[in-house]
């Protein structure tokens, strides 16, 4: 947490796993007297859940923190959004982390991501074809919404995390669902990862995490390239950029208006829109948006038609 001062308000994101309370122990053992622990139970897995958010409350008191705390209907969430439960964890979290941050007065959040969880991240995205940003991996600061998140642990292996946890007798929860197979994420970790120590031996770790770290400072670099817009992109400038910048141009207008899930494909409808003589004048988007082209300029709608 270099260059955060010790008496700073931070929320740490805790789930009561063992990354998690390896990092609210190791925070207050460097100092960090003023933090808030934030837990979210997903009530996804029954008694298991409510005894994740009972030993995180115990860990709490010990340490005279403040707590915040909450239940979610995740799988109901899921269902109804029409989302996967990653993705609906995901976002009731970070809504979760934002009520924190306004009932606490900090918009400062620590969140647990180790050097494992990063290159997972990585090859995740390779495989589902991203850019730059997304084989960049996490960021060690970023900003999320309202919120500035830390991930102190990210360069830190996940054996070295759990030699501390065991040296220091830090208590935590297994998640019995970190070991099934029929999600995505857990077949990369517990299949497709072992299988590349074995042909490519354990430096490929750091060759990704070395990838990464290269990839965010160009990524850093080519965002500072993309022009300033307004709500409305004018056909002949974007005509006139290179392919890359046009398209990055594109996808961070459609993130900057509110289009839920923006990524490649929808950068691609609306690109589109500049072939005036075959292309559409009207594409759809996430979230019952349409783009539409008229008068040589793109610009968006919400609902209807």
């Not at 947490?1 to 390896?22: E, F, H, N, P």
């Amino acid at each position: 947490m270099s260059g955060v001062s010790k008496r700073k308000k931070l929320l740490v994101g805790v789930s009561g796993g063992r990354d998690s309370m390896v990092l609210l122990h190791a925070l207050f053992e460097l100092g960090y007297k003023n933090l808030v622990v934030c837990h979210l139970n997903h009530t996804l897995r029954g008694r298991s859940s409510d005894a994740d958010a009972r030993l995180v409350l115990d860990e709490a008191a010990l340490r005279g923190l403040r707590v915040e705390h909450a239940r979610s209907r995740t799988a109901e969430y899921s269902q109804t959004q029409k989302k996967s439960v990653e993705l609906a964890a995901r976002e009731l979290r970070l809504a979760f982390f934002e009520k924190c941050s306004t009932r606490a007065k900090t918009n400062c959040l620590v969140l647990a991501h180790h050097a494992d969880d990063q290159i997972e991240t990585c090859l995740f995205n390779f495989l589902r074809g991203t850019g730059t940003s997304g084989l960049a991996g996490m960021k060690p600061i970023s900003q999320r919404g309202k919120l500035v998140v830390y991930r102190p642990l990210l360069s830190i292996p996940r054996d070295q995390i759990d030699a501390f946890r065991k040296l220091r007798g830090i208590r935590f929860r297994e998640d019995a669902t970190n070991a099934e197979l029929h999600h995505t994420r857990n077949k990369l970790r517990l299949r497709v990862m072992p299988i590349l120590t074995e042909i490519m031996g354990d430096s490929y770790r750091s060759a990704i995490l070395r990838a990464a770290e290269i990839l965010r400072s160009e990524e850093d670099w080519m965002s500072c390239l993309t022009p300033e817009f307004s709500a409305e992109l004018d056909c002949n400038e974007l005509r006139a950029m290179h392919p890359a910048l046009r398209s990055r141009t594109a996808l961070r207008w459609l993130r900057a208006q509110g289009v839920p899930e923006a990524g490649y494909s929808e950068t691609r409808r609306v690109l589109s829109l500049l072939d005036a003589a075959t292309g559409p004048a009207k594409v759809s988007l996430p979230g019952n948006h349409h783009a539409r082209r008229r008068r040589g300029v793109l610009f968006l709608e919400a609902g209807g038609e």
